[in-house]
């Protein structure tokens, strides 16, 4: 008798092998059997015309206060993610003193856009130095596997004070310091260490996150703590990631190609196509190749799985929320009421004739363009064609952009959302995505959950990466489907050395999604409040998720959680012969 017997689906093993139908037995957590199983489960799971796949692993999110509040860990447990790496980008909760907790809300508000005064209300401090951290982490339950890195932002301000959050050099002494604290954050188990270069990124202060220009000495002596212990993923977004000009535009992987070959171990950089030079990431990829390929580096560029985007909507952010008459009249009104007052002729004339009354820092990069906002449909579209941006509705109605956009955002309840791609888009076409896809050594990531929470949400880029690449994509080729459940199952989990997961294979972790694939389909954003402290955020659910396990046990059925919270804190191990998904 297995505990769960998922029976007669198909399975696709995240291995990229063909899909099979078959049956997945599970006992005491481990999958026992895949084939054919003639013994019966004490809970048995029908999976007939669905797909049987791993669970998804996230490398790439910003859960750090989150997971001290939230044991569902949402939107990311709604597509099929059962384990989650978090302490991206430089930015994390750990190593702090207590007069410097604050300074590092005030961080992650900034570069990740998540509330303060939610973080302020929702984290129960209990921590000090990052091995405590992890301990607290590891004494809450959840309905999934968290892993977190060590960030370089916390470790700079613990050692450096105001030295360091304001990006002075680092002595030889400062680096000791540092580097002793990461040694013992990677024994305490941290699965790598995080560091940001991109000056797009800004804490509220609007600095830019300590880190930002750390030298050579400060990054190898670092890095080299992952090589001297032989684990560890060094992670980072590098300078011009974001589009920000560069006099040399492959600077970061110059130095990152040399610190992987010598310290062994591997680093997964950010990569997007930006607007500014939109072929610039085809010669990084390939950059990365070859250094894998002749100098013994480990370079594995993370690319998201679509456009970068915010989702612009009167609850998160649009073209007038900086105009004088909008801030001072109506900002603070209740959605409904603000629709109302927005429809006036007078108010609608006032707000149209006016300039931005503050500046966006990142403008320059993002310029206003209606040519890249398009109206989302009840279908959530993430490659839209050029003729259905707001540039051309107004085109072929002979009106004005700024007024069609006005009136779309006012339309209805004015609950309308709109897709405005940021990077990732420069050709209106997923083209280069696609291609990015397809590079061995590319890794999909960079979905930013539990961050950006008025503006982005990319949390539920798995359930986009099944339904458009491997079943609706009609603008160019797809992919298979064994294809893309890899990439977001086996390839994710072994770059992290996370070897236990990410396989329908026996002795794995039995992490589980059972997915009416013919069904599965994203709901439209939404804005709600649900955060401490009444914080809002944009989330997005999905249909068709069957059945989520998390260790053999039943996490979600139909969307729904069962009130099981199986989720532990993973710990890296010592991993000598490296990680090469």
């Excluded at 894998?292 to 799985?305: M, W």
């Amino acid at each position: 008798m297995y505990d769960v017997v998922v029976r007669s689906g198909t399975v696709v093993d995240g291995t990229g092998d063909a899909a099979r139908t078959g049956d997945v037995a599970i006992s005491d957590g481990r999958i026992v059997a895949v084939g054919r199983v003639s013994g019966r489960g004490r809970r048995e799971i029908d999976a007939d015309g669905c797909i049987v796949t791993p669970g998804f692993v996230d490398i790439h999110t910003h859960f750090d206060g989150q997971v001290t509040w939230d044991p569902l860990l949402t939107p990311s447990c709604w597509h099929g993610v059962t384990t989650v790496v978090m302490g991206n980008c430089g930015v994390g909760f750990a190593p702090v003193t207590e007069p410097n907790r604050e300074w590092l809300i005030g961080l992650m508000e900034g570069v990740e856009d998540i509330p303060g005064a939610s973080l302020s209300e929702g984290i129960r401090w209990a921590w000090e130095s990052f091995p405590e951290y992890l301990e607290a982490v590891a004494g809450l339950s959840r309905v999934m596997d968290v892993g977190a890195q060590v960030p370089h932002g916390a470790v700079r301000a613990y050692v450096m004070g105001e030295r360091g959050a304001a990006n002075e050099p680092a002595t030889p002494e400062d680096i000791a310091a540092m580097t002793a604290i990461v040694r013992e954050a990677m024994h305490a188990g941290a699965l790598g260490f995080s560091t940001s270069r991109t000056t797009t990124h800004l804490a509220i202060s609007g600095e830019p996150v300590p880190g930002t220009f750390a030298a050579e000495d400060e990054l190898f002596a670092l890095g080299g703590v992952l090589g001297e212990l032989g684990t560890g993923v060094f992670q980072l977004v590098p300078a011009g990631a974001g589009g920000e000009p560069m006099e040399d535009q492959f600077r970061e992987v110059k130095w990152m190609r040399r610190l992987s070959a010598q310290v062994g171990r591997p680093i997964t950089f950010g990569l997007f196509q930006n607007d500014h030079e939109p072929h610039l990431w085809r010669e990084i990829v390939d950059m990365a190749r070859r250094a894998n390929e002749t100098e013994g580096a480990q370079l594995y560029p993370q690319i998201a799985g679509r456009p970068f985007s915010v989702i612009v909507g009167l609850e998160s952010t649009h073209p007038f929320k900086r105009r004088p008459t909008y801030q001072e009249q109506l900002a603070h009104l209740p959605l409904a009421e603000r629709v109302a007052r927005m429809r006036d002729p007078e108010i609608r004339r006032r707000i149209l004739a006016e300039s931005p009354a503050t500046v966006n820092p990142r403008a320059h990069l993002f310029p206003e363009d209606y040519e890249k906002y398009f109206p989302f449909g009840r279908q959530p579209d993430y490659e839209p064609g050029r003729e259905d941006s707001v540039a051309a509705i107004a085109a072929r109605a002979g009106r004005d952009c700024e007024e069609v956009m006005y009136d779309l955002l006012v339309a209805g309840d004015g609950t309308q959302t709109f897709l405005r791609p940021l990077l990732g888009y420069s050709e209106f076409s997923l083209d280069p995505i696609h291609q990015m896809l397809r590079e061995p050594h590319c890794v999909v990531g960079l979905s930013d959950a539990g961050a950006h929470c008025r503006l982005i949400c990319d949390a539920s880029t798995p359930t986009s990466q099944l339904t458009h690449w491997a079943r609706d994509r009609s603008r160019g080729e797809r992919l298979g489907l064994e294809f893309v459940v890899h990439k977001q199952t086996w390839q994710t989990a072994a770059l992290y050395g996370l070897r236990d997961r990410g396989l329908l294979r026996p002795g794995f972790k039995a992490d589980v999604n059972v997915i009416d694939f013919d069904n599965l389909a994203l709901r439209p954003p939404q804005f709600v409040h649900d955060l401490p402290a009444g914080g809002g955020r944009l989330i997005q659910r999905a249909d068709g998720y069957r059945a989520t396990l998390v260790s053999g046990e039943v996490t979600f059925v139909d969307g729904e959680h069962t009130g099981a919270r199986p989720g532990r804190l993973v710990r890296g191990a010592r991993d000598t012969a490296g990680a090469r998904p």
